[in-house]
């Protein structure tokens, strides 16, 4: 493993707290959602409700290769519904992961999730950007439930219909606090904002859109990212976005469930829900007769989990003709803190009946591992995943492609 300071990568949450676009605009403070240029030196930050994660890329060859990497726990009650209520103590914290690190770049990229977080693929009449831009408001309200002078929104023109009647729009819409809490933290941590993502979007930058593994641009794969707060199920078809869908189901789910057949506090609950699985795996434990108690109560949060998952994968799957390589989700990819737990990927993939695999952002891709060791990239870049395509961004352009509202 790469160098570090004692207190990175020893704790064990690993929740990872979760990223939806980046079109269009100047940087301004402001505006929430912004479009990155030119930035030589970019730190990914992905503030979770559970941990922090940061890290820094490098130039390597014809690639890139993991510069710095940490993470650090996310100061207790915090952030609330995606909103970062407490700055100050997540500047701090922000400030000490980077030190630990030695992560010295100055350009930010934070990124916000959620249901609140709204992705649709909308038709809007023809118009040219500069119009849509001064119309934006009003035609999202159409779109979105929430209230307009209370969202940041943005867009990217995907092209026009066949008819050449309307046009198809990425419309993207998050609550202003969310976005601009980020901004802040940023700016108080001594960072440069230099633009706020979506994580879902991040996350298949990350691994898909590095990847080596053909998989990802034939046919559908599914991208979960198994978080602290919730779950984001996300689908690429031929390397493009094709769907993205926020489950209120994730990591804190199994540990409150423990808290309250236990009567611990959250930490003591959260060591447990890592310890149910250290003699048993997942899979072991869901074959056994005589049941863990910690398990008995977490399964069946895991497994509505589960159904909605396939709900979710079903709901793309009807949107093609049967028999159609685009409607059938030929491989299930695991991110986040809870995915790490021993026996998850066999476990979902019983009850998914589709092969899947934990995330390995740094292996088979064009961003190598550097000086940090296999056992690192194994252990760790499920849970930097995010972090990692929010570095990168600098490299992303616009979205080409929209995801379908699950």
Same mark, same amino acid.
């Not at 030190?99 to 770049?105: A, D, E, H, Q, T």
């Not at 252990?379 to 929010?390: D, K, N, R, W």
């Given at each position: 493993m790469g160098a570090r300071s004692e207190n990175v990568f020893t704790h064990p949450c690993y929740e990872a707290g979760t990223p939806q676009i980046v079109p269009v605009g100047e940087v301004k403070k402001d505006v929430g959602l912004f479009q990155l240029f030119g930035k030589e030196s970019i730190v990914g930050i992905d503030i979770g409700s559970s941990c922090i994660k940061a890290v820094e890329v490098e130039p390597s060859g014809s690639g890139w290769r993991l510069a710095n990497a940490g993470i650090q726990v996310t100061p207790l009650d915090s952030c609330r519904d995606g909103v970062i209520t407490n700055p100050l103590d997540v500047s701090q914290a922000i400030k000490a992961l980077l030190?630990?690190?030695?992560?010295?770049?100055q350009g930010a990229i934070a990124a916000v999730s959620g249901s609140q977080v709204i992705v649709r693929q909308v038709q809007f009449p023809r118009m040219n950007e500069a119009s849509l831009r001064k119309s934006i408001r009003f035609e999202a309200s159409k779109y979105i439930s929430a209230s307009m002078d209370d969202s940041v929104v943005e867009f990217h023109i995907l092209g026009n219909t066949e008819d050449g009647e309307v046009m198809n729009v990425m419309l993207v819409a998050a609550p202003r606090d969310m976005v601009e809490s980020r901004v802040s933290v940023l700016e108080m941590a001594g960072l440069e904002p230099i633009a706020v993502d979506v994580e879902a979007f991040a996350l298949i930058h990350s691994l898909s859109d590095y990847s080596s593994d053909d998989d990802f641009r034939k046919g559908a794969v599914a991208l979960i990212d198994m978080g602290a707060s919730h779950t984001d199920v996300n689908i690429v078809t031929n390397g493009d976005f094709a769907l993205t869908r926020n489950i209120p189901i994730a990591g804190d789910s199994f540990t409150n469930a423990i808290k309250s057949l236990t009567g611990f506090a959250f930490q003591d609950a959260e060591k447990l829900k890592f310890e149910m699985t250290l003699q048993d795996s997942l899979e072991q434990l869901s074959s056994q007769e005589a049941e863990n108690k910690c398990w008995r109560v977490v399964q069946p949060l895991l497994d509505e989990l589960l159904r909605e998952v396939r709900r979710s994968i079903h709901y793309y799957q009807s949107q093609f003709p049967e028999g159609t390589e685009q409607a059938t989700v030929k491989k299930i990819v695991l991110a986040g803190g809870a995915a790490r737990m021993p026996g998850m990927a066999a476990y979902v993939s019983n009850k998914l009946n589709v092969p899947v695999d934990i995330a390995e952002v740094f292996n088979d891709s064009l961003i190598s591992p550097g000086r940090f060791t296999s056992d690192f990239t194994e252990?760790? $870049?499920?849970?930097?995943?995010?972090?990692? $395509?929010?570095a990168l961004k600098d490299e992303a352009g616009v979205v080409s492609e929209l995801p379908m509202a699950a």
């Open positions: 030190r630990s690190v030695n992560i010295r770049g252990e760790y $870049g499920p849970v930097l995943a995010i972090a990692t $395509g929010l």
